[in-house]
């Protein structure tokens, strides 16, 4: 079974520009979150997704939002960015949306903005 | 606030020695998560632990939640370089919330 994937692995933005990350989960799956992942803050979650609705959101300011689609993808999208957003994001997939179930992490998109 | 306090922050050994590392918090958890995360990918799940005062071994890991479900160790005896990552700790901080973590140990070992 193919793990969570990510796309794509490495950006480059300038402060001001948006930028969209994609995230496609295990098969079946149908929770996705995600969480920025820095090193002073370390895993901060943003948001969860579960079957096109958003459950749970994170304390990040309204610039940082997501999406679900039918199929399970989701993307999140980060507008006006700004040189704090420098970070792993990580998207990470189970089967359910119970709190205890596995997660599956993808290997991230690492963010870099200039 | 940090809900789950890592300790020590970092942690560089040599080959063969014994470690722990620590996960707290004054908070109760219904669980918590032990993960490793290696450069260049996400963290991925070691454990589970969800009974006060349990102890689950993988391999030459050994993990314990304390009796309270406030506070957690990994112990790893006699390290490999494969060790080397970082460890996080993880758990929801109640009911069906998101999961919670630590800032992590980065631990090191040396051949």
């Known amino acids: 079974k193919a793990g969570v994937t990510q796309t794509p692995r490495y950006l480059i933005k300038t402060r001001g520009q948006q930028v969209t990350l994609s995230c496609s989960p295990i098969?079946?799956?149908?929770?996705v979150s995600w969480y920025q992942q820095t090193p002073g803050q370390g895993l901060q979650f943003l948001f969860e997704?579960?079957?096109?609705?958003?459950?749970n959101k994170g304390n990040f300011p309204g610039r940082f939002s997501g999406r679900q689609f039918s199929n399970s993808r989701s993307e999140m999208n980060v507008s006006t960015l700004e040189l704090g957003d420098s970070a792993l994001y990580l998207c990470?997939?189970?089967?359910?949306?119970?709190?205890?179930?596995?997660?599956?992490f993808g290997p991230g998109t690492r963010l870099t903005v200039l | 606030t940090q809900l789950l306090e890592q300790s020590p922050q970092f942690l560089s050994i040599q080959e063969g020695e014994n470690l722990t590392v620590y996960c707290n918090s004054s908070?109760?958890?219904?669980?918590l998560q032990w993960y490793r995360q290696e450069p260049g990918e996400g963290p991925v799940l070691l454990v589970t632990?969800?009974?006060?005062?349990e102890v689950k071994k993988l391999k030459r890991l050994t993990f314990q939640f304390g009796d309270a479900r406030k506070d957690s160790s990994l112990h790893i005896t006699a390290a490999q370089p494969g060790d080397t990552g970082l460890y996080l700790c993880?758990?929801?901080?109640?009911?069906?919330?998101?999961?919670?973590f630590g800032k992590g140990t980065r631990l090191s070992v040396i051949a």
């Open positions: 993880a758990g929801p901080h109640s009911g069906n919330t998101p999961l919670v």
């Open positions: 997704y579960f079957s096109e609705t958003q459950r």
């Open positions: 632990v969800v009974t006060g005062g």
């Open positions: 908070s109760v958890f219904s669980s």
């Open positions: 098969s079946g799956h149908r929770s």
């Open positions: 990470a997939s189970r089967g359910s949306s119970g709190s205890t179930d596995t997660q599956y």
